[in-house]
């Protein structure tokens, strides 16, 4: 019998073995804040934390922060 692959099963395979999971907490409240930033720079909300991630790791290298 031959195994049947789901779109689903197939998109995790490659996600596991693309991208790392970084997951994070906020205080209550927080997430909403951030999404509502996200949105209204028209990124997603990963797109909008990791170009901050980004921004702040190139502060630091430049010696700014």
Do not use: C, H, W
Not at 40 to 65: P, Q, T
């Amino acid at each position: 019998m031959v195994k049947k692959r789901t779109s689903s099963a197939v998109k995790n395979r490659y996600n596991a073995k693309t991208y790392d999971q970084l997951p994070i907490r906020v205080p209550k409240g927080r997430k909403a804040e951030i999404q509502n930033a996200a949105e209204s720079a028209g990124e997603s909300l990963n797109a909008f934390v990791v170009g901050a991630i980004d921004e702040r790791i190139d502060k630091e290298k430049k010696g700014i922060v």
